[in-house]
């Protein structure tokens, strides 16, 4: 079990995070089908608060707010938890929505087929994506069959430094590592007395998250991300076995001190010359 401890709390009214949220709250991976079902939702709850066609119930309609406050009171990263704030505004739309009473003569019944059919075209698109990041995440956990038990991965994880709407869902994907295999993978979330379990590699920067994020060039916005020939070069080589790339195609000349063990598209996994180490145990990048 990870020690208790201090846990990062910050960035309260972000407001700049928080309009990003409230357009994020159906993302998903088509951004012409999630924004204007979004905008579905946001003119059914307003209709509902001025009374057109019908009105939230009070109890629903107290519960919603109060979710809303908090959403807005609540920093962006809680107790070392990033999204804190934003993971309350789909709760609070969803609240809304199920307080809405139809309105004596209003056409309940055109109001019944308009929600149904919502459902089942939201319900039909998330499906689809589902299946979709599934068969992407079987592809890339073929690598797996590959691997030792027990073995320490180094993970990247191909990224970039701006965020596409549909995204990869591949950020923790090495974590398969751990529950599969038995092994020891670099996505860890460093989190002071939230983790199930504790990290013992001394890899420094190298042994938590974000360090399995792969982006080509430095991100202005993010200086906390390696780039993909900085991380290949520094991370301690006598502390990992393996190095797993997921969407991270490097040169030929990149993988110095690593054998292919398998290797598809722009994904591979590499044997780690463990002698080959270019940092000190417990060593950050500067």
Not at 228 to 256: E, G, K, Q, S, Y
Request: hydrophobic share 50%.
């Amino acid at each position: 079990m990870a020690a208790g401890g201090a846990a990062e709390t910050g960035r309260f009214i972000d407001l700049v995070a928080k309009l990003k949220g409230l357009g994020s709250v159906l993302r998903d991976r088509w951004i012409w089908l999630d924004l204007p079902a979004l905008l579905v939702v946001v003119a059914a709850v307003y209709a509902g608060i001025r009374g057109q066609a019908g009105r939230i119930a009070p109890q629903a309609a107290a519960a919603a707010a109060l979710t809303a406050l908090a959403f807005l009171l609540l920093p962006f990263t809680l107790l070392g938890s990033a999204y804190a704030d934003l993971r309350l505004l789909p709760f609070a739309f969803a609240v809304a929505l199920a307080g809405l009473n139809p309105k004596e003569g209003a056409p309940v019944r055109a109001i019944a087929l308009a929600g149904l059919a919502f459902f089942l075209v939201r319900t039909l698109a998330t499906a689809t994506s589902f299946a979709l990041y599934d068969a992407d995440w079987q592809r890339e956990l073929v690598a797996l069959d590959h691997l030792p038990r027990g073995a320490r991965v180094f993970a990247l994880v191909g990224d970039s430094c701006d965020q596409p709407w549909a995204h990869s869902r591949r950020t923790h994907l090495p974590a398969f590592a751990t529950a599969r295999r038995a092994a020891f993978a670099n996505d860890q979330w460093r989190m002071e007395g939230a983790p199930l379990l504790s990290v013992k590699v001394p890899a420094g920067y190298f042994a938590h998250d974000p360090s399995q994020i792969s982006v080509v060039q430095p991100c202005p916005h993010d200086p906390n991300l390696l780039p993909r020939a900085d991380a290949l070069t520094d991370f301690p080589h006598n502390l990992f076995t393996h190095v797993w790339l997921i969407d991270a195609p490097i040169p030929p000349h990149a993988a110095a001190g690593l054998t292919l063990v398998w290797k598809q598209g722009g994904s591979a996994l590499y044997a780690v010359d463990r002698s080959a180490s270019r940092l000190p145990a417990g060593a950050a990048p500067q």
